[in-house]
């Protein structure tokens, strides 16, 4: 596996101006920060796992990657270039290597097309010339490889259950053969037993096809057995970039602790020794975030400073980031 | 015996090709309406109620400007329904056939619905799609528009159009037509809306799909159903106005007829014994309207998308 940075994105700041209902036309919009100052590191085969509560920015991360959003500063390095500076005809020619995978598997797939021709549409579309048969043949392929029988071709969405729902989406994400696979949220529509099934497929295809991943999720314990890196987002700041292993056995920032104390632990004995921390209140509104460390008004170890400071997301210990004044 | 095993292997051979082919979920709206009695029967009388003001006309003794001078004046004696006599809807007061005179108002009833309506869905589709699809500022105005249009007095314009520019079906067309689209445009643009956050859209906008793709692939027949489902309740709804305008005299004019002026002119002899002059054109337009919107009832039925 070829250990170079494909994707480095840097200080990525995403804003939308919202108005709220009884504002007439001439009120000046509010901002809400979605995205703040995101920055990391992919390497080709690896996989970034991206957890927080929802409506921290993980989606908006994502779609800003992709330029679903404008971001307002900051750099996507695809390969050396900048997407954010691409033109939309630039930019089309990377759409066929980086693809992405939604949460609600119905919903990702147009109800009036048949499978086939969803699986097909990405082909069609960069390579409109290939002929009927090799387009049948790739979608063939492709659907085998994702665990579908390949005769259902002719089949319409609301024929399958979910979890199929996904295969396709998986499916119609492979056929251009990207290099990365944005994955927002990819499980958490699916009932329990079904979202191991899926998470194994896209770590066999990842081996299989040498993917890079970038996996969101809303809670730790999903993300756990496929990230080989884990970001906390938090009020869509970054609060902690660690290995995997390390987010897990020694977490820094107390929103990370609070949420590995929610995992559940198989070992009984163990699970029933655990603390388990609570995160008390409600997220604060991204409109209007605390001042100083985001995480503020719900963190157990606040201080004066951290109303006045905001900490600096800084390396700690080897390759383990942390947005905290009084980390671990 | 042997026809038993026919239909298991029929059945079988079904199940196979089954396999292949899946229900798209027009097939299954076609399904689900036929299965939705009132409105297949009703889609039966109203294809039969078209077909015949096509093909009556063969079978009419009497045209419908020929005055039958025995009739003349002396309807309630001599003018009624008869197979001898050729009248066999009987004659007007004027001694004119009855039974060509109610094919020529079907005709002309049902083509101000069916042209009013294509108006309608026509520019309320544009307008509604464009609406949603720009969204933002453009969305705000445009739909204020409507609003505004909205809380005019209907019928008051259209009366006003119709003294104002001289009493003609084209204007009869272009008011009605124009003034109905605005429900349309509203739907329309509240599907657009929906459909656009939708993650097909997304996935599609991801994959490079070009915009105009997105909008004839993905957008559009995503709308057909509730445009259609829209229309025929459209359709009864443009004749209805239209038989109102028509009964205050203000439609379509002599020696054109419609359902609206044929119950008018029915309505004004039915002190003299002849109620047939009222009934026939009464029947055609309560049946043609109740078939509509039956039809519309099980078309909604059938695309409900919180079925599938
Ligand atoms: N198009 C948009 N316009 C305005 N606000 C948005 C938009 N998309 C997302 N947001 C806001 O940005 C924040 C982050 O949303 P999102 O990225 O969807 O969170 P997540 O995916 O983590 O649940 C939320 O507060 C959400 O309300
Ligand atoms: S900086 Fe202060 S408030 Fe923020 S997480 Fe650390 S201790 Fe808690
Ligand atoms: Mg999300």
Sequence with gaps: MSEHKILQVQNLKVNFDVSSEGDMPWTKAKKLQAVNNVSFDLNSGETLGIVGESGCGKSTLARAIVKMVPADSGKVIWFGNDLLTLNKSEMRQHRKQIQMIFQDPLASLNPRMNIGEIIAEPLRTHYPKTPESDVKERVKDVMNKVGLLDNLVNRYPHEFSGGQCQRIGIARALILKPKLIICDEPVSALDVSIQAQVVNLLMDLQE????????????????????????????????????????????????????????????????????????????????????????????????????????????????????????? | MIAINKNKIKEMADNLSDSGTGRSLWKD??????????????????????????????????????????????????????????????????????????????????????????????????????????????????????DILMSIPYMFVLILLLVVFGRSIGMLFIGIGLLSWLDMSRIVRGQTLNLKNKEFIEAARVTGVSDFKIITRHIVPNLLGIVAVYATLLVPGIILAESFISFLGLGVQEPSTSWGALIKEGAGTIRYDTEWQLLFPLAFFVVSLFCFYFIGDGLRDALDPKDR
């Design chain 2, 29 to 146: 709206a076609r399904i689900r309406f036929m299965q939705n009695k009132a409105a297949t029967v009703s889609l039966f009388i109203l294809a039969a109620i078209v077909l015949f003001s096509f093909i009556g006309p063969y079978f009419a003794v009497w045209s419908y400007e020929k005055i039958d001078w025995n009739a003349m004046g002396s309807a309630a004696r001599v003018g009624m329904p008869s197979i001898e006599s050729g009248h066999f809807f009987g004659t007007d007061d004027l001694g004119r056939d009855l039974y060509s005179r109610v094919i020529q108002g079907t005709q002309i009833s049902l083509m101000v619905g069916f042209l009013g309506a294509t108006v309608a869905v026509f520019v309320g589709t544009l307008y509604g799609a464009t609406s949603g699809y720009l969204g933002g500022k453009t969305d705000q105005i445009m739909m204020r528009i409507v």
């Design chain 1, 208 to 328: 299989e096809m040498d993917l890079t991943l970038i996996f969101i999720a809303h809670d730790l314990s999903i993300v756990k057995h496929i990230s080989t890196k884990i970001m906390v987002l938090y009020l869509g700041n970054m609060v902690e970039l660690a290995n995997s292993n390390d987010i897990y056995t020694k977490p820094r920032h107390p929103y990370t602790q609070a949420l590995i104390s929610a995992v559940p632990i198989p070992d009984p004995s163990i699970e029933k020794s655990k603390k388990l921390i609570l995160i008390e209140g409600d997220l604060p509104s991204p409109v209007d975030p605390p001042s100083g460390c985001v995480f503020r008004t719900r963190c157990q170890k606040a201080q004066d400073i951290c109303a006045i400071e905001k900490p600096e997301f800084k390396e700690v210990s080897n390759n383990h980031e942390v947005a905290c004044h009084f980390h671990d």
